[in-house]
């Protein structure tokens, strides 16, 4: 896995990280064998997505980052090559998710290394760091062939405007065909929703940030 800081115009180091084990019961012996779905193409040994679908994950309530993952962790199992996107994050504190994926092949990791949660950063320095970030997924995904992209809290950098509800529109509209694309985060705008083939709206019954207990290691980060 390449991960990548976007930062005042610096880019950060390559990480490499340790694999895992894995132990499997009743297993068959031809278990890992893929097989085809509807929007899967064989080209002698390759799969690729014949079309590839736009998902949207927003609402007030937790889990849209954590359904974007497993779905990449899903992605990632199949061979696909993915990059994952994340926006209005910091590079540090780590989040647990990015410390395990590291070393993953096919995946690539673009961090944008200025949060907004629980901070009041400068509007036109976040602003600056959304559009950066913003521009390299632009080249990446005319220079690389991505099966699955994941935009991590897109659709808030575009209601709090610091990207144009147009420039995403666009990226939509201009992603090769094969790629799916995922956006995630509260306020999606309803243009976004009414170009979606898949939107999940998460409700919040009950947070235990409510009761008081912060955010806690190894569950929301």
């Given at each position: 896995m390449n991960r990548t800081v976007v930062f005042g115009g610096s880019h950060g180091r390559t990480f490499r990280g340790r694999g895992t084990g894995f132990l499997y019961l009743n297993r068959t012996p031809n278990s890992r064998n893929r097989s085809?779905?509807?929007?899967?193409?064989r080209s002698g040994q390759d799969e690729f997505m014949e079309q590839g679908l736009v998902q949207v994950y927003t609402g007030e309530g937790k889990g849209k980052t954590t359904a974007s993952i497993g779905l990449a962790v899903r992605a990632l199992g199949?061979?696909?090559?993915?990059?994952?996107?994340?926006?209005?994050?910091?590079?540090?504190?780590?989040?647990?998710?990015?410390?395990?994926?590291?070393?993953?092949?096919?995946?690539q990791v673009l961090t944008s290394g200025l949060g907004i949660i629980g901070k009041k950063p400068d509007r036109q320095a976040v602003a600056a760091n959304v559009a950066e970030t913003f521009a390299a997924v632009r080249r990446l995904l005319i220079r690389d062939n991505f099966d699955l992209v994941i935009?991590?809290?897109?659709?808030?950098?575009?209601?709090?405007?610091?990207?144009?509800?147009?420039?995403?529109?666009?990226?939509?509209?201009?992603?090769?065909?094969?790629?799916?694309?995922?956006?995630?985060?509260?306020n999606a705008a309803e243009a976004i929703l009414q170009r979606?083939?898949?939107?999940?709206?998460?409700?919040?019954?009950?947070h235990p940030l409510k009761a008081g207990i912060p955010a806690r290691r190894g569950v929301e980060y």
């Open positions: 085809s779905g509807f929007f899967m193409a199949q061979g696909m090559k993915v990059l994952l996107v994340r926006f209005l994050k910091p590079a540090e504190p780590l989040s647990g998710e990015i410390a395990f994926l590291e070393g993953a092949s096919g995946l935009l991590d809290e897109i659709n808030n950098a575009v209601h709090r405007g610091y990207l144009p509800l147009e420039a995403l529109i666009e990226l939509l509209d201009a992603r090769p065909a094969g790629t799916e694309l995922v956006l995630t985060g509260r979606a083939d898949l939107v999940t709206r998460m409700e919040a019954v009950r």
